[in-house]
């Protein structure tokens, strides 16, 4: 597709339930991030995919977060056991290289009640 | 811990005015520096990107970089009410391939 892709772009959920978020790259770009943004602070890193590399995965803030990226393209991002302080909003970024200028997704909202 | 830092705001101009929006960072080895705007509610958008000391000029966006002083600005000139927005400095981590974000500048501009 032309941009970043991500899914759902709004979801609420119950505290202690799963979630999945989905992103779709940029076709062709082979770094993928991972990034989380609470209401008014800065975007806090996650996770990113480099190629066939092995993840980044320093910035995940509990074991309850993983994620997955499938053929080097889509990439699903899994909180388990939701809390209310995961709320914020995923965003997801690509760009050709580690490194480089990230173009971000729409992201999607999360709310834990 | 590397760290980006950013005045928080909100910076309040009036249009025409020069917006200037400032940015250091912790890691030394960084090469690749980054602006992104963000306009409430909306995802952050590229708008300039520097590596070399000196200034870096795309329209009315002005990027300024020393790495001796670790330091990275975004000059804003003819300043327009459409320019308010937070802009994020992002600062690529030398040892990783991630970007690190300050917290970000609220910019506001007054007709």
């Known amino acids: 597709g032309a941009g970043v892709s991500q899914s759902p772009s709004n979801k609420v959920t119950e505290k202690g339930k799963d979630v999945e978020l989905r992103c779709d790259p940029i076709s062709g770009h082979t770094a993928l991030y991972w990034y989380r943004q609470s209401l008014g602070q800065g975007l806090e890193f996650l996770i990113y995919f480099q190629g066939n590399s092995a993840p980044d995965k320093s910035g995940l803030p509990s074991d309850r977060f993983s994620a997955e990226r499938t053929g080097g393209s889509v990439s699903t991002l899994t909180i388990q056991r939701t809390q209310q302080e995961d709320s914020a909003v995923y965003l997801c970024?690509?760009?050709?290289?580690?490194?480089?200028?990230?173009?971000f997704g729409s992201g999607t909202q999360l709310s834990v009640l | 811990q590397k760290e980006v830092e950013q005045n928080s705001g909100p910076l309040s101009v009036p249009e025409g005015a020069i917006a200037s929006l400032n940015c250091t960072y912790s890691?030394?080895?960084?090469?690749?520096f980054f602006w992104y705007r963000q306009y409430s509610g909306k995802s952050p958008e590229l708008i300039m990107s520097i590596y070399s000391n000196g200034d870096k000029e795309d329209g009315r966006f002005t990027a300024q970089l020393n790495k001796a002083s670790q330091y990275v600005s975004l000059l804003i000139r003819d300043s327009q009410p459409s320019d308010s927005a937070t802009y994020l400095c992002a600062v690529n981590d030398n040892q990783g391939g991630k970007l690190i974000f300050g917290q970000g500048t609220e910019l506001s501009v007054k007709p």
């Open positions: 970024a690509s760009s050709t290289r580690e490194g480089e200028k990230l173009f």
């Open positions: 890691d030394r080895g960084s090469q690749s």
